[in-house]
């Protein structure tokens, strides 16, 4: 298993997008796997990094675990806890201006991704993520 740990920081940001995609890439996954899996992270992430932490300070790791056709990556952070599977779902059938703000990245990471799993665990947020991935060849 492979780690990351930075300061949940907008600025960090694109070393936690390389972290994953050199990981990705190392295991030889199809482009449009790897694709699906940054974008998924991606809005994690982000999210960590804006919403987490009330007063703005906290750390972000993420643990980065693959399997033969698999990728699992953990994101853990110390702030407010946060499951995702506890939030409304969206209405998609609704005009944008009918909707509530939020939800769709939610929505968009369950769907790309094989597996979802959250908890809440020692004072930490734990969201694992995982897709099982063909091979380029």
Do not use: W
Request: hydrophobic content about 40%.
């Amino acid at each position: 298993m492979k780690k990351l740990r930075v300061k949940a920081k907008i600025e960090n940001y694109e070393m936690c997008a390389a972290f994953i995609e050199e990981q990705l890439e190392e295991k030889e996954f199809d482009r449009k796997s790897i694709i699906k899996v940054v974008t998924a992270c991606e809005e994690i992430i982000v999210n960590v990094m804006n919403y987490a932490y009330d007063d703005g300070e906290g750390d972000l790791e993420i643990a980065f675990e693959d399997g033969m056709d698999y990728v699992s990556i953990t994101f853990i952070d110390e702030g407010a806890p946060f499951n995702p599977f506890e939030q409304p779902a969206i209405n998609v059938n609704l005009d944008l201006e009918e909707r509530e703000v939020g939800g769709l990245g939610i929505l968009m990471v369950k769907s790309m991704m094989d597996d979802m799993h959250y908890e809440y665990k020692g004072k930490q947020n734990r969201l694992t993520i995982k897709k099982f991935l063909d091979r380029k060849f």
